[in-house]
């Protein structure tokens, strides 16, 4: 798993919005709810691309070290966008989506999506945390 980290303030780079606002969206993410979380607000990107790992560990172990992020720990305001080539998310994927967001307790805003990649990892979790 390669982890990759952007600071941002008040606005995303143009490169990493097109990252997340794509055309191949499932459940889709746009402008606005990114200028929600980010709108006038430090915070940090974090993505994480799936190398040599199977699917089941990359999501398993993504998600366990984003909730061990200090940065993930205080925030309030977060976006997750989940980008797949083939492979489509099942119920242990959305379980481990829901244990992550339960260790954040209960004062948090969330926007979400799935996307389809057309190409490079297999898969990609971005999130934004402000």
């Given at each position: 798993m390669n982890i990759k980290e952007e600071a941002f303030e008040g606005q995303l780079p143009a490169e990493l919005t097109n990252m997340i606002v794509t055309p191949n969206q499932i459940i889709g993410l746009d402008e606005a709810d990114i200028k929600q979380?980010?709108?006038?607000?430090?915070?940090?990107a974090f993505i994480l691309e799936q190398e040599?790992?199977?699917?089941p560990t990359f999501m398993k172990s993504?998600?366990?070290a984003l909730g061990?992020?200090?940065?993930?720990?205080?925030?309030?305001?977060f976006l997750l966008s989940i980008q797949t080539t083939g492979s489509t998310l099942n119920m242990e994927d959305i379980n481990h989506v829901n244990d992550f967001m339960d260790s954040l307790g209960e004062d948090f805003e969330l926007k979400w999506g799935i996307a389809q990649l057309k190409e490079g990892a297999k898969m990609r979790i971005i999130l934004l945390v402000s």
């Open positions: 979380v980010a709108n006038r607000r430090k915070g940090k040599e790992e199977d699917y993504s998600f366990k061990e992020k200090e940065e993930v720990k205080a925030g309030q305001y």
